[in-house]
């Protein structure tokens, strides 16, 4: 029994002693409420009672005839003096009537019947009569002795004496005895032994309950409060020493349960020791790469910072690090190829900083990093900068696969920005977000400035939601050519937000590069999405009234695919304006594939399965996988304006240019460029073969009167914009 402890051992020695009196002194009480004992004595007893009785059916009868045979011989004692052996012959008095009558007073014998043979006449009979019947043999006539009669109610007792039993008298006498005393005898008989019955089965059991109590009872008692200690308490049940012999059964069950029970509660101590381990473990560290998490991170920082005092104080870096562009990477290469690469990321990092610094994954894409600042580790800034170049330095080998990994790095420092460890890690969040905002592969140190930053965009949202129950949102059309014939071919809807302030033109254009982020992180995007579609195709479908050949673009950006049904918008937008599907066109940007393919997938599907074009918009810039390409329902490909605001002097845009209409060609899609401000970006897409236009050269956005105007005024010539 290993896992019982040397102390827990005197323990339960004391414990076995108290536990053993108490059992002891308990049993003496309890053995007499025990049903078990009682039942057990029950059956002893009455099979005592039962074998007893049986007994005594048998020795009633017993002393019944030995009493019978008392009195016969009473009685033949009591005739034999009065025979006249000499009186024989017919007319002979066989016995005086005195001596007769003396006797019948005096002794039990009531009457007498005196007969020569014993087939033959009766010479006398005295007294009360006596009679016996005679049997004969039908075949040979002899006659046989016939038994004495011993009346029903026990009364009297008529008795054959033969010549020979009165010693030689010359007759047969017939007495009738009185055997009322008899049966008194017999029922005193049974009094006496039922009395000693009961007292013997009194006795048995009393001993049997004792010798139950001690051998059974209080063992089984002992084992029922082991049981009890060890349901109450299993981890740690505090049962005594077994005092009982465990060389006998009940004893050697007591030891056999007691070794279950010490065994039980080992395992479930080992078992919760375990479990709390475990919960330990998946509390305070990530599963995948086995570094600490936010959590046991920010334990840290306030562990470090409780240390920190006026003698000593304590400064700490605190370095927030995004992968960038890894959500890509795992939804294009799968999760496999993700966590790989996180768990290589994170034993890079581990193992590239130095013992004092405490590196964790904080978010999925997410490291924390904190590290004492001193004059030889420089400043916080200067550690950022090793981190980004251990992730730089050398691409990721990943299943035989190099990945170059870029991050984005947010710097905070205790307590220079902010004596809250919490605040400072918020910080380096905030100085995170900046980083990613700013191009990301970038490291930003906090500033209070970001904090303004932050209270503007909350602004904003404020001033969103009044801009949309005040109508200061507009939508502008610009319009959109076939290259080659220079026809109008429709028009893409951007919205505007026009914001009234005191300045003299009476309010200021906002960019939807500036609210557009606002409302799809607030969800606002969803109300304002549904009015830039419903308003879109009311215009487009008075085009269509008008009869012109032109269609509508309208961008969708992703919160729309996810937080709202775009597919039920848009069906509903249509049947109600009327609009042909295939005059409209939604725009979205690779963006929307990141977040969950299928899902993405299966809306486009859904989308185009109503008639509606699809385009991708600022096509080249995101993360594109080709193979997802292939399994988009998409009609065009929009390329991005940088490329072609830089086709003319940077070789690399107008490859990549060049590439994307090639790419679309090869994939049946039109290739849309926009940007175009010159008549030199429309040569060069002309040469291209680029199919469709769009840009200052030909419009910018304009409200839809102006947009009209300008349609209806529009040669079809590309030479009038020059
Ligand atoms: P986008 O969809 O790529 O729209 C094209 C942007 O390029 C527009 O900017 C447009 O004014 C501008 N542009 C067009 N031609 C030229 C040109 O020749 N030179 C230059 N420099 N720029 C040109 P805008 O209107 O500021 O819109 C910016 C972005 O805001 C849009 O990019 C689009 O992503 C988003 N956006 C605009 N309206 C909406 C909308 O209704 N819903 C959603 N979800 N996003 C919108
Ligand atoms: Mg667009
Ligand atoms: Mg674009």
């Known amino acids: ?151 029903t109610d026990g009364s009297f007792y008529d008795v054959l004496f033969t010549p020979k039993m009165l010693g030689g008298a010359p007759y047969y006498v017939i007495a009738k005895l009185d055997s009322t005393h008899v049966e008194k005898g017999v029922n005193d008989y049974i009094e006496q032994t039922i009395l000693i019955m009961l007292l013997m089965s009194a006795f048995v059991t009393t001993v049997l309950m004792i010798a139950l109590g001690h051998w059974l009872l209080e063992p089984i008692l002992f084992m029922r409060d082991n049981l009890i200690r060890a349901s109450d308490n299993p981890e740690n049940p505090k049962i005594p020493d077994s005092p009982f012999d465990p060389n006998d059964e009940i004893g050697g069950s007591i030891e056999i349960a007691q070794n279950l029970i010490r065994q039980n509660a080992h395992n479930i101590r080992q078992i919760k020791s375990a479990a709390q381990d475990q919960i330990h473990k ?220 005191n300045s003299k033109e009476g309010g200021h254009f906002i960019s939807p590069a500036d609210f557009i982020p606002i409302a799809e992180q607030s969800g606002l995007i969803v109300p304002i999405g549904e009015w830039v579609l419903q308003t879109a195709c009311n215009a487009a479908a008075k085009w269509q009234q008008e009869g012109r050949d032109m269609r509508i673009a309208v961008n969708v950006s992703g919160a729309q695919f996810y937080k709202s049904d775009i597919v039920a918008l848009t069906d509903k937008i249509l049947r109600e304006t009327g609009l042909e599907p295939r005059r409209l066109e939604l725009e979205v940007t690779e963006s929307v594939f990141m977040e969950d393919v299928s899902h993405a997938i299966q809306t486009l599907q859904n989308l185009h399965g109503l008639g509606v074009e699809i385009a991708i918009d600022d096509f080249g810039t995101g993360y594109s996988s080709l193979s997802y390409l292939r399994q988009f329902p998409i009609d065009r490909l929009k390329i991005d304006q940088s490329f072609i605001r830089n086709a003319l002097n940077n070789p690399d845009d107008a490859a990549i240019a060049r590439t994307i209409v090639r790419l679309g060609h090869s994939l049946n899609l039109k290739v849309i460029a926009e940007g175009v401000e010159t008549s030199e970006h429309e040569a060069f897409l002309l040469a291209e073969e680029c199919d469709e236009v769009q840009g200052f050269r030909y419009s910018k956005p304009v409200n839809i009167d102006d947009f009209n105007a300008f349609a209806a005024g529009y040669n079809g010539d590309f030479s009038s914009f020059n």
Do not use: C
Request: avoid cysteine; charge should be neutral; aromatic fraction near 8%.
């Open 1 to 151: 029994m290993s896992w019982a402890g040397s102390k827990e051992r005197t323990a339960t020695k004391k414990d076995a002693a108290i536990t053993r009196r108490s059992a002891i002194s308990g049993s003496s009480t309890q053995i007499w409420k025990s049903r078990l004992s009682w039942r057990i004595t029950l059956a002893v007893f009455l099979t005592i009672l039962t074998v007893q009785i049986g007994i005594m059916s048998v020795t009633i009868e017993n002393s019944r005839q030995s009493q019978l045979s008392q009195l016969t011989e009473e009685g033949r004692a009591a005739i034999v003096p009065l025979i006249h052996k000499n009186r024989v012959g017919t007319g002979v008095v066989p016995f005086e009537d005195e001596k007769v009558t003396e006797l019948t007073n005096l002794t039990r014998v009531q009457g007498l019947a005196v007969y020569t043979t014993l087939d033959g006449l009766m010479l006398r009979s005295y007294g009360q009569p006596a009679i016996i019947g005679v049997e004969r043999d039908q075949t040979t006539g002899a006659i046989s002795l016939p038994n004495n009669y011993y009346s």
């Open 282 to 501: 998946l509390a305070y560290y990530d599963t995948l790469t086995g570094l600490p998490n936010r959590i046991m991170f920010l334990q840290t920082l306030n562990d470090k910072a409780r240390n920190s005092d006026s003698e000593s104080p304590v400064r700490f870096a605190v370095i927030a690090l995004d992968l960038d562009h890894f959500k890509d990477v795992n939804d294009s290469m799968g999760h496999n190829i993700g966590d790989a690469i996180l768990r290589a990321v994170g034993k890079r990092l581990r193992s590239s900083m130095p013992e004092s610094a405490v590196v964790a994954r904080s978010g999925e894409d997410e490291f924390a990093i904190t590290m004492p600042l001193s004059r030889e580790t420089g400043q916080a800034k200067d550690i950022a900068e090793r981190v980004a170049n251990v992730i730089r330095a050398e691409p990721f080998k990943v299943f035989n696969e190099n990945f170059q990994i870029r991050s984005s790095i947010g710097v905070a420092t205790f307590p220079d920005d902010g004596t809250d460890p919490d605040q400072v890690l918020k910080n380096a969040d905030i100085a995170l977000n900046r980083a990613k905002e700013e191009g990301r592969d970038t490291i930003k140190e906090y500033s209070e400035d970001f904090d303004r930053a932050v209270q503007q965009r909350f602004q904003m949202l404020r001033d969103l939601r009044d801009a949309m129950e005040q109508d200061q949102l507009l939508l502008f059309f610009q319009p959109q050519f076939d290259l080659k014939s220079g026809r109008i071919i429709g028009a893409e809807a951007l919205i505007r937000w026009w914001k009234p302030d």
